[in-house]
């Protein structure tokens, strides 16, 4: 079984609709992270969490929210969808002694129509 | 962090080590080198990392200059699976206080193996 999972694969839905990605680990790792990645560019930080009562906003976090529900499960959720949040989303882990050492799930597709 | 520029694609023919350049002329004495990559439309996979000195695991091999100006990672004998985009990242160590956050992903090279 996969370490890092992410729920659901693919995505479309429209403007204005709310939506949450959902990850989760069994890696044991403390830190978690949320990227998205647009066509033919690299990975933009999104929200990134330290332990449950630690979030912090990445580089681009304006139209996202995220819930740490526990140590092992990290959502983030579009409120009002836009289609230039059309994109790759990527969950990421990692523990404290290796944070530079992140291991990724297999991405959601999101299409925002 | 430092910058990285790396050649936007390389060839290998399959079988041959692949040799991907990298070059960090600014990189910082407590900075380390990592190397990850993207298969297409994959998440990223972690392949290795180090400081100074050069660094082997089942994956491939770290080749770092002794002026720590540039490095290469060295897939032995690649397959054709091997065909991916590789990122050459240089972070502070955690150790050394880093910002512990986020990887920044440059273009990377695009390897094509060929049969």
């Known amino acids: 079984d996969a370490d890092v999972t992410q729920t659901p694969r693919n995505r479309i839905t429209k403007t204005g609709k709310r939506i949450m990605l959902e990850c989760s680990q069994t890696k044991g790792h403390d830190r978690m992270y949320w990227y998205r990645q647009d066509p033919g560019l690299g990975l933009q930080l999104i929200y990134y969490s330290f332990d449950v009562k630690d979030i912090n906003k990445g580089e681009i976090s304006d139209g996202y929210s995220v819930s740490r529900q526990a140590q092992a499960k990290f959502s983030l959720s579009l409120e009002s969808a836009i289609p230039n949040q059309t994109a790759l989303y990527f969950c990421?882990?990692?523990?404290?002694?290796?944070?530079?050492?992140?291991?990724f799930g297999p991405g959601t597709r999101l299409t925002v129509l | 962090d430092a910058k990285t520029t790396q050649p936007p694609s390389m060839d290998c023919a399959e079988g041959r080590a692949a040799n991907l350049p990298c070059n960090h002329s600014?990189?910082?004495?407590?900075?380390?080198v990592y190397w990850y990559r993207q298969i297409h439309s994959q998440g990223p996979q972690y392949i290795i990392h180090?400081?100074?000195n050069n660094e082997t695991n089942e994956m491939a091999s770290l080749i770092i200059t002794e002026d720590r100006k540039s490095s290469t990672l060295i897939l032995p004998h690649a397959t054709l699976r091997d065909t991916a985009v590789y990122y050459c990242?240089?972070?502070?160590?955690?150790?050394?206080?880093?910002?512990?956050?986020?990887?920044?992903f440059g273009k990377g090279t695009k390897l094509s193996v060929k049969p």
């Open positions: 600014t990189i910082s004495g407590n900075e380390y």
């Open positions: 990421a882990t990692s523990d404290r002694q290796g944070a530079d050492t992140q291991y």
């Open positions: 180090g400081l100074k």
């Open positions: 990242i240089v972070r502070v160590g955690a150790n050394y206080g880093g910002s512990q956050g986020n990887l920044i």
